[in-house]
Structure formats: C-alpha cells, structure tokens
C-alpha cells in the first residue's frame, strides 16, 4: 500500500513539475497597443496598411524561407517612425513581436506575446537590445551581428527575421 502512494505521489510531482516547466515560457508580456504608444511617447496613432504586392510577397518570403499568406500588414506611422506588430513561428507557434523603427534604424525590439514551452529567453533586454541601431544592408541581412543563445536557435531566427522584414517594409512606407 505504501509503495503504491509513493510511486503515485511521485509520478504526480513529475509529472506536476515537468507540465509546469513546459508552460513557464509562454506569456503576454506587453499588449500592442501600450508597445505602440510607448514607442511614440504618445497616444498610438491610427493605424495604417500596407498592402503586400508581388515585390512584397517576394521579400517576405526570401526572408521568411517559407511562404506568406497575408495580404496586408497594420503598422503605425508618426515622421520618419513607424511600429510594426509581426508575427513569425519560432519552433511550433508564432511569436508576436513589436519592431520600432526610427530614421529606418531599429530603435527598439519587444516580444509582446511568447507561446513556444522553450526559449523565452529571447524576451529579455540582454536579448533585444542587440537588435538597437541595426539597419538593413541591401542583401537584406542585419548590419551588424546578433548573438544566439542555447536552446533558443528558432527563437533567435524569428526575431531576426521579423526585424529585417520590419526594416524592409518601414524603407517602402517611408521613403519621400
């Protein structure tokens, strides 16, 4: 009889601890639109579109390796700034993230919503703030090297990616 309450107490607190440690990763960190008005310091601006066209399609999807459905982004505007919300599947599901772009530099990157059971580690400063000041060069790479980290590799590629197509699509809206 004791036997059996220790191999059932204990197969519970595995499995208790491992369903635990698969959702630790997953989480709203911000809502976009208090990512938007903080990037503008001020109320989020009304919305606009962009409407994917074939050379848009084209970009998106060297970008992305795979295709892309959509036929029109949000994004938000004020000057020579714009906010993008994008969303790309890092292992299993999408992570959303919000790209600030200034004078078409990033000026800031946040993961607002993280749904893998790994690699959240991605969400933290010392991660994003790698991405500050990158420009995109006319390979359509990155200016300027973004460190990995262990146990996140697709993590890593989605926000990478999601940064190249915001500098991308932030070049065509903005230029005079």
Known sequence: MKLTYLRLLTFSLCYSLAFSQSTLARGVYQEPDEFISQAFNAP???SKVFWIDDEAQDVIEEILSHRFKKMRLRYWQQESETVWILEEVGKESPITVGIHIKDQA????????YRESRGDEV????????????KLKDDLKLDQHIDGITGATLSVRALTKLSRIALWLDAHVTKS
Do not use: W
């Open 106 to 113: 990033i000026a800031q990157t946040k993961v607002l919503v």
């Open 44 to 46: 989020a601006p009304k």
């Open 123 to 134: 969400r933290h400063d010392f991660f994003t703030d790698q991405f500050k000041s990158a």
